[in-house]
Structure formats: C-alpha cells, structure tokens
C-alpha cells in the first residue's frame, strides 16, 4: 500500500511540474507538441482509417467509446484504450488495476 500512495503522490507533483513547466516555457511546451504528440496522433488516426488498428474496449470497465493512450510517442501504434473517465483517472495516477477483458 506504500508503494501506491508513493506512486500517486509522485504522479501529483510530476503534473504540478508539468503545469509549472508548460507556464513559464510556452514556446518549448509548443515544440515538444508539434514535434512528439501531434505525430504520434496522427499515425493512430491514419492507422484507424485504414483499418491497421482498431479500437478496442477500455482496458479498466469495458466502455466501447476509448481514447488512445500513449506511454511512449515514440512508440505511436502502441496505445492503451481507455475511457475518457479511466483516461482521466490514470494520468491523475488513480486508477491502479486492469479488468481482465
């Protein structure tokens, strides 16, 4: 149980220090959009259409409307699906098990 609340607490203040960050640098927080998220969106978009990826269920309840997740821009056809509400909860550091689907 230490380990979890180490990790939430440590998710909190890395999305302070992002807030923080992206305020007082906007132009380099517009780079780091424009070079690594907006890419690896496009790629899971343009891999949806045509077929190559599909949309699976949220990996936490099993909601059929997801978002794609990404752990690593690099790795854009790697995604998590999740709700919009799971989504949330998980860069919040909330959420903590996977449903087995």
Same mark, same amino acid.
């Not at 960050?21 to 690594?36: A, C, G, V």
């Not at 949309?55 to 999740?82: I, S, T």
């Not at 989504?87 to 550091?93: D, L, N, S, T």
């Given at each position: 149980?230490?380990?979890?609340?180490?990790?939430?607490?440590?998710?909190?203040?890395?999305?302070? %220090?992002?807030?923080?960050?992206?305020?007082?640098?906007?132009?380099?927080?517009?780079?780091?959009?424009?070079?690594?998220?907006?890419?690896?969106?496009?790629?899971?978009?343009?891999?949806?259409?045509? %077929?190559?990826?599909?949309?699976?269920? /949220?990996?936490?309840? %099993?909601?059929?409307?997801?978002?794609?997740?990404?752990?690593?821009?690099?790795?854009?056809?790697?995604?998590?699906?999740? /709700?919009?509400?799971?989504?949330?909860?998980?860069?919040? %550091?909330?959420?903590?098990?996977?449903?087995?689907?």
């Amino acid at each position: 149980m230490k380990n979890i609340k180490a990790l939430i607490h440590k998710r909190k203040i890395d999305r302070i %220090g992002k807030r923080a960050y992206r305020k007082s640098h906007p132009e380099l927080w517009i780079e780091n959009y424009r070079r690594w998220f907006k890419p690896a969106h496009r790629v899971v978009w343009k891999a949806i259409k045509s %077929g190559k990826l599909i949309r699976k269920p /949220c990996q936490f309840c %099993g909601e059929e409307k997801v978002h794609a997740h990404h752990d690593d821009y690099n790795k854009a056809l790697e995604v998590k699906w999740m /709700c919009p509400v799971h989504h949330k909860q998980y860069h919040q %550091g909330r959420v903590l098990e996977l449903k087995t689907i």
